[in-house]
């Protein structure tokens, strides 16, 4: 039986209550809140009132129509809030139009709770066609030439992934799949491509701002009347060359500052890596009118320079390390701390990683405090200890990875030659038949040496977050170009820090007067990204991030 929706037959009264709602109330008499509305006016102009008399609808009983059954491969689905018709439409892999042909009456829009029809998928297709693209939404007045622009797509490759492309032209709010290794410059959020925070594109004008800098070049150690030791000394990476590269990568920052509009004076002071040298430079320093101070780079020396007395006022910004530095009301961690990042991947892993999966935990002894995390998470894993040589059997591996299930492997340890045991071992385990994608909470520099294949990172998809990505661009290309033309050599990852957290710091005072702009949201640059967040105790930390994945010979960035 079913209540029909033409003219009521009788209408009821009803006393308003005191706490009583109009969800309640159509709940109550088995009408909407839109018929309520209807017959009673003064709702919609005052509220509802306690005692307020109300007019309830009653409307005639008819039969319900007999259920249509669905055609095959084919399901009900309960509209979610928030949730569009496009991104139904790529979760599902069909078209916009071919969801609205399933269900005439979303063509004017969804609502929530409202029931349509959908393709039957499972939660693996899902997954697989939600990995397999990212979107973009088409701006007012783009053509095919400024998406190539924008995107390195061609028009044949974009009709080829949206068939009616031919038909339907570019339109203004359309939403097109776009290959994942065409991005462009741009960021992916909510699954949306979208434009990356360019504090650089702000107009400036008769800006002056003050910066300083603590860097341990230890001038006061290195002998100049030997070329032949201070040669030698300078090829290797030392506190010396990280500083003078830090300094090489800020004086740019500062050049294409000014290129902007902005006059930046910077003062540069060797802290010689000395806690007394850092205390006498604070003392005899003039700090008025300085904004920001920049460094020192040792943790431990930028925890005792951040409580000077000279300093406790000023912004100071720790600029190297991913080691956690004191939190303090002017204190900023630019690189996102290790711990952050393995909570946003864990969090990552929560996304992706279920019972209807296969999932192996291999972790050494050093991480067997936060592989209890995920035990706790996931009780249905395997865990996988390293044998005292430091490796793993083959024949346990073969044994707990499945052909019938995608197999999730997470990975924890920090041991070089471990590491490059179980990539290989798992890498010879994939197949036609075999699926194995392989994570990590804690990505450290030993994935770069020579005895990690990248072709064995590409074939397992290896995925893990980072603070820093570098991307060849026009941008990192600029850069490269200027670096040897005013200095001679190619620039280090520390002169690229160094270029981005200055220029970020820049650019943040010269657009609101403070680093910490909650507005403004993740700002990028040639190889970091800046998101700065409220410390859990005091000052703030960079919550910036890169979720990546090995494809092939690549490193791409993918959906969060």
Do not use: C
């Amino acid at each position: 039986m079913a209540f029909g929706q033409n003219e009521p037959e009788r209408f009821l009264t009803h006393k308003v209550k005191k706490k009583e709602s109009l969800y309640g109330l159509a709940r109550k008499y088995n009408i909407t809140i839109e018929q309520i509305n209807e017959f009673n006016p003064v709702v919609q102009k005052i509220g509802l009132k306690k005692r307020m008399q109300l007019k309830i609808p009653v409307y005639p009983v008819v039969e319900a129509p007999k259920a249509v059954p669905l055609k095959e491969g084919l399901v009900k689905y309960l509209v979610l809030p928030k949730e569009t018709k496009w991104r139904l439409a790529y979760r599902y892999g069909i078209t916009i139009q071919e969801l609205e042909s399933l269900n005439p009456q979303i063509k004017d829009g969804l609502k929530v709770g409202q029931e349509i029809v959908i393709p039957k998928r499972t939660v693996e297709e899902i997954k697989a066609l939600e990995e397999s693209f990212n979107y973009y939404k088409v701006k007012p007045k783009e053509g095919f030439y400024r998406l190539e622009k924008k995107l390195g797509v061609t028009e044949a490759d974009l009709i080829e992934l949206n068939p009616t492309l031919p038909i339907t032209g570019l339109q203004e709010g359309m939403i097109l799949k776009i290959s994942p290794q065409n991005t462009g410059d741009l960021k992916i959020e909510d699954d949306l491509l979208i434009e990356k925070v360019r504090l650089e594109d702000s107009t400036f004008s008769d800006i002056s701002i003050k910066i300083a800098s603590f860097l341990p070049f230890k001038s006061a150690s290195i002998e100049f009347d030997s070329i032949e030791k201070t040669t030698a000394l300078l090829k290797k990476r030392n506190l010396h060359t990280i500083a003078l590269d830090f300094y090489m990568g800020m004086a740019l920052a500062v050049e294409k500052a000014d290129s902007l509009g902005i006059a930046v004076e910077l003062n540069v002071m060797d802290s010689q890596n000395k806690k007394e040298k850092i205390q006498e430079l604070a003392d005899a320093t003039d700090w008025s009118g300085v904004q920001t101070v920049i460094g020192p780079l040792i943790p431990s020396n930028f925890d005792f320079a951040a409580q000077l007395p000279a300093l406790s006022d000023l912004a100071m910004v720790a600029p190297l390390s991913s080691k956690a530095v004191q939190q303090r009301e002017n204190v900023y961690q630019s690189v996102s701390p290790l711990a952050s990042i393995r909570d946003k991947m864990v969090a990552y892993l929560s996304q992706i990683i279920d019972t209807t999966q296969n999932v192996v935990i291999i972790a050494d002894t050093l991480n067997a405090a936060f592989v209890k995390r995920l035990e706790e998470k996931y009780p249905f894993a395997h865990r996988v200890r390293p044998e005292a040589g430091g490796f793993v059997m083959p024949d346990l591996i073969d044994s707990l990875l499945i052909d019938s299930l995608p197999n999730k492997v997470v990975y924890e340890s920090q041991d070089l030659n471990l590491t490059a045991n179980v990539i290989s071992l798992l890498n010879s385990q994939v197949s036609k038949e075999r699926d194995v994608q392989l994570f990590t909470t804690l990505r450290t520099p030993i994935y770069e040496n020579d005895n990690i294949s990248r072709k064995h990172l590409g074939n397992l998809r290896f995925t893990y977050l980072n603070g820093n990505h570098p991307i060849e661009g026009a941008r990192r290309a600029a850069f490269k170009k200027t670096y040897q033309e005013r200095f001679g050599d190619f620039p280090s990852k520390d002169a690229f820090r160094a270029y981005d957290v200055t220029l970020d710091a820049i650019l943040r005072l010269a657009y609101q007067e403070r680093i910490y702009i909650p507005t403004i949201g993740e700002t990028d640059y040639i190889e970091n990204r800046f998101n700065y967040a409220e410390a859990p105790q005091a000052g703030y930390q960079n919550v910036g991030f890169y979720l990546l994945q090995h494809q092939g010979y690549e490193i791409v960035e993918i959906k969060k």
